[in-house]
């Protein structure tokens, strides 16, 4: 069986040329948070058929900065990749699949173009990262810089501010002051710490 692979660009490409699309990767900044409700439960596969024993996986991504009431709708849903049946893929098999998909995501590693869009009418360069990794809490600070507990992202200088006990990660009308993006060398000293 020939594995389809969708091409991530094409994708990423159409969602940016949507009116509004752009507006809404912003929203979650300003999110309302309600205390002890649990939202962040997933599950990957699914049986399609109800009289036999069949198992399919779906590889697919989403974009973490859409709130979550719009990220899991079908328009918003990047698809990477069907894992065929009848059983479920080996672990020594799985990297035939995530490879290409991987070497797709590469590209934005570096940062790629995007054509003209409502709001950036000559264009827009954006970037995309996927990390795994196992480990603990301070080690977890550490390879994504998280070397404050106030400091929340890898990639930024934000801070939360503190609203009771709790961190509050929201309040970014202010973007432009703090959003300059970490270095590289810093990370790696940090992390020798």
Known sequence: MLFPVPSLKTQIISMYQRPGFVESLQKWTNRVNIANLY???????????????YSSGVIYGVICNLSRDIRFKRENILYLGLLPGPEEVKLHKINHYLSPIVDELLEFWVGVDLPSTDLH???????????????DIPAARKLCGHISALVGCHRCYKI???????????GF?????????????????????
């Not at 009418?121 to 480990?135: D, F, L, Q, Y």
Request: hydrophobic residues 30%; aromatic residues 12%.
């Open 39 to 53: 939202t962040d439960i997933y599950d990957g596969k699914f049986q399609p058929f109800n009289s036999s024993a």
């Open 121 to 135: 009418p000559t264009g827009k360069r954006i970037w995309m990262a996927v990390i795994c990794c196992s480990n």
């Open 160 to 170: 939360a501010n503190i609203s009771g006990r709790k961190l509050n990660y929201g």
């Open 173 to 193: 009308d202010d973007m432009t002051k703090w959003f300059v993006q970490k270095d590289l060398n810093e990370h790696q000293r940090n992390a020798e710490h």
